[in-house]
């Protein structure tokens, strides 16, 4: 399999991506997982954070992984990546929309699963530094969950991905001005929502309140 | 204070916005730093805002679950040219759409045949054919009815009567499948079917038959083309068009179920 490799500048990146695709519309399977391998974390995070279900995330990141290959002819060019995370929310989105989805995400609790303090893992840790990390990220992670879904999709993409607006505005479909009104008013909420991490976050100062 | 702020200073939050991520103009920039200097709310908003993204920009990626690379190539959507089983499900969408303007033409020439006028025509017509022959058509069923009428009067008169008006029927309700066995019909109401302006008058059959059916008694060996035959012919015409219709429109539908579930 193509290992991607490590490019230095996203110019370089760019035409990495751009030979791989043009592999991949010749049938080359292995060139088109190099584009999977570099994407696959942020269209899994994306779909997470929309779906708040790590089963049904995987499902849509792997259907959407199959369709970008199937609809790669119709890649007109432009960021790859903004066009593989927009086949990633479009399809979260449907499903978020689906009647079916909407009976069962209101009587199940969902749980992220795996190791909590995976992300925050570091080797110098001490154990209880690690366990406050892990309490940050969940807490984090449950009040991004409870924003509205136009909100916590621009939340996502902004901050915890860190796109620019135009990304965001490709991805989502909204204009631009939608993007920045939605992003404040989730970075407002998350606010009160957060009150608690900052009782335990050594790494961010407490705001003045 | 989210209402109040929303309410009181929403048009400076796209310029908190902006300017929280580095991407406000300087115009806009200087007077979000006026407004600053005066509001405490706004200022103590983009200090708690600055706070919340500096927290939420160091949160790690989950780590995907697992590789999601393709185990096999997918068959490609081709958006450049239609071609393959695209081109063959168009070409037979077109000839099952032209089928099915066959099937309706030859339907509606068959309603026009079996309407009211037509079928009394065709019945008269048809009476007339074998009474000329003298029972040459045994095996007609229409030809049969009309013969047994028709060779009681061999002296040439042809004085078919209309039957009376209590036993004369409008064809189509008698006839649960019109156009398909007149002779059944005709049978059934014991008389000749007739239209009802035809019957109101009693004429002879002569002065309401065609002209060259009246005029000229048919010659041993000549016969015409009757109404029969020419209703056959278009009941195996419209039975063909059936077929070839229902045919297309089944291959039509086996490959659109082919072709989706390649894609």
């Known amino acids: ?209 | 204070m989210m209402n109040i702020f929303s309410n009181r200073h929403s048009k400076y939050e796209m310029l908190l916005t902006e300017h929280l991520d580095g991407v406000i103009s300087a115009d806009d920039d200087a007077r979000l730093t006026r407004h600053l200097s005066t509001c405490r709310d706004c200022a103590a908003d983009l200090r708690e805002q600055s706070q919340i993204r500096t927290l939420l920009r160091a949160q790690p990626l989950v780590a995907a679950p697992r590789s999601f690379a393709l185990p096999y190539a997918p068959r490609t959507v081709d958006t450049s040219e239609p071609g393959g089983i695209t081109k063959l499900l168009r070409s037979m969408q077109m000839a099952t759409a032209a089928a099915a303007m066959v099937l309706v033409a030859l339907v509606g020439l068959n309603v026009m045949q079996t309407s009211p006028t037509a079928v009394t025509q065709t019945s008269l017509a048809d009476a007339a054919a074998p009474m000329a022959e003298s029972s040459t058509a045994p095996d007609d069923r229409i030809g049969a009815t009309a013969t047994g009428e028709a060779t009681e009067e061999a002296d040439g008169t042809m004085t078919m009567m209309a039957a009376p008006s209590t036993d004369t029927q409008f064809a189509p309700s008698m006839e649960p499948f019109p156009g398909i066995d007149v002779g059944v019909t005709e049978r059934m109401s014991d008389t000749t079917l007739i239209s009802p302006e035809v019957t109101s008058k009693t004429e002879p059959l002569a002065s309401v038959l065609p002209g060259d059916l009246a005029s000229e008694p048919a010659l041993a060996g000549d016969t015409p083309p009757t109404a029969t035959d020419d209703r056959t012919a278009l009941e195996w015409a419209l039975l063909a068009a059936s077929l070839v219709t229902a045919l297309l429109a089944l291959s039509v539908v086996a490959a659109t179920w082919r072709s989706r579930r390649l894609a």
């Not at chain 1, 989105?93 to 009976?103: G, N, Q």
């Not at chain 1, 209880?128 to 924003?147: C, F, P």
């Open chain 1, 1 to 209: 399999m193509t290992t991607p490799p490590q490019l230095d500048s996203p110019d370089a990146a760019g035409v990495q991506e751009q030979t791989w695709v043009a592999q991949a519309l010749e049938g080359d399977i292995v060139a088109f997982n190099a584009i999977v391998e570099r994407y696959q974390q942020i269209a899994y995070n994306l779909s997470l954070r929309m779906l708040r279900d790590p089963s049904l995330a995987e499902d849509v990141t792997q259907e959407a992984f199959f369709s970008a290959y199937r609809n790669l002819s119709r890649y007109r060019g432009g960021s790859l990546k903004s066009w593989l995370l927009t086949i990633v929310a479009n399809r979260s989105r449907d499903i978020l929309r689906s009647p079916a989805h909407k009976r069962t995400s209101s009587l199940e609790a969902y749980t992220e699963g795996g190791d909590p303090a995976g992300p925050w893992r570091h080797p110098d840790d001490l154990p209880e530094e690690q366990a406050e990390r892990a309490e940050t990220s969940r807490l984090v992670r449950k009040a991004i969950d409870q924003l509205p879904d136009d909100q916590r999709i621009v939340v996502t993409l902004v901050d915890l991905q860190q796109m620019d607006y135009e990304e965001a505005s490709r991805i989502t479909g909204a204009s631009l001005g939608t993007v920045k009104s939605r992003l404040f008013r989730g970075r407002q909420r998350l606010k009160d929502l957060l009150r608690p991490v900052w009782e335990l976050s050594t790494d961010v100062d407490r705001p003045s309140s």
